[in-house]
């Protein structure tokens, strides 16, 4: 599903943003620009959505983003949050894959005890430069 709610993003003294979403109760984050902000508020949106989806609880209503009160220091603006895109993004349960290798290949990782899946597994964290645990 997805949803848009207004946040607010407060610059700080240092230079770096703070966003809140009044209507989603807690959720509070922050970033070192506000393009960071921004994205870190869309995840932290959806992950808040998610759970809610899941728990099958009420979602709140999202408030008018204009006639939002705001201070000096503030701007608010509408942040898209996709409930299914960021399942898709965080789904960490094992998927079945058929590839294809060499024989020869085959035959040598399995001589030397290698688990195919666990390798393909550290190869495209490597490549992707992700981290250890997604």
């Not at 959806?46 to 006639?67: F, G, R």
């Not at 094992?94 to 060499?102: D, F, G, Q, S, Y």
Request: charged share 30%.
């Amino acid at each position: 599903m997805k949803y848009v709610y207004p946040v607010v993003f407060t610059r700080d003294e240092d230079g770096s943003y703070m966003a809140a979403a009044p209507d989603l109760p807690g959720l509070v984050t922050c970033g070192r620009t506000l393009t960071e902000a921004v994205d870190m508020a869309q995840d932290a949106c959806e992950m808040w959505l998610a759970d809610a989806e899941k728990k099958k609880e009420e979602l709140p209503k999202p408030s008018d983003a204009q006639s939002m009160a705001r201070e000096d220091g503030q701007t608010v603006a509408l942040v898209l949050a996709d409930t299914d895109a960021y399942r898709r993004r965080t789904d960490s349960h094992a998927v079945k894959k058929t590839l294809t290798i060499p024989a020869w290949m085959a035959y040598q990782a399995e001589e030397a005890g290698l688990g195919l899946s666990q390798l393909l597994q550290e190869a495209i964290r490597k490549k992707l430069n992700l981290p250890e645990q997604v």
